[in-house]
């Protein structure tokens, strides 16, 4: 499990059809071989690593179902260790699990913050409450609007310079988890 509380970001040194490799960022010195890493809010499993880089195997289906189909060389993403039992909970519940991809409509930089609109798919829209926890590229944020496909988060200045949320343009995926105790009791509640 993770918090969506971002440690670091990191480049894609190197992708194939079935691997991706990453920069090993230096405060990421406890990690081993099959510790889980949420990139961009896609839980993979370290298969390598050395001092520089680390490497995970991928799955034609993830690739397929997540951004990390559309990364390139360079291309930088959100990184997480997964949550120790006895660690603080500083974000919400992320399981690393995304449900699908969403696309930005804006980044709207104000005077009195910065807006990101982001179109949602179809079928996740029923698990997007107002005010409530959604991650976007594995980061932890709260709905701050809300209006048919689209959703608005609010974010700080340290979350626009710690993450990759600030480099994002019109057009971009996003990976998209919705917030799962939400989803739970939605679903429990459809079943009766």
Known sequence: MFTGIIEA?????KMSTNALTLERPKSFDDINIGSSIAVSGVCL???????MSMSFDVVETTFEKTKLGELLVGDPVNLERAMKANGRF????VLGHCEGVGRVGELRKGVGGTILLVQIPTHLQKYIVLHGSIAIDGVALTVAGLS???LSVALIPHTLSCTT???LSTGDAVNIETDILGKYILTAHDKK
């Not at 499993?45 to 001092?51: A, L, N």
């Not at 500083?90 to 519940?93: C, D, P, R, T, V």
Request: no cysteine; hydrophobic share 45%; charged share 15%.
């Open 45 to 51: 499993s370290i298969v390598s690593f050395d001092q």
């Open 90 to 93: 500083e974000g919400h519940m």
């Open 148 to 150: 048919g496909a689209q």
């Open 9 to 13: 970001t990191a480049k894609v040194l």
């Open 165 to 167: 949320l600030g480099l």
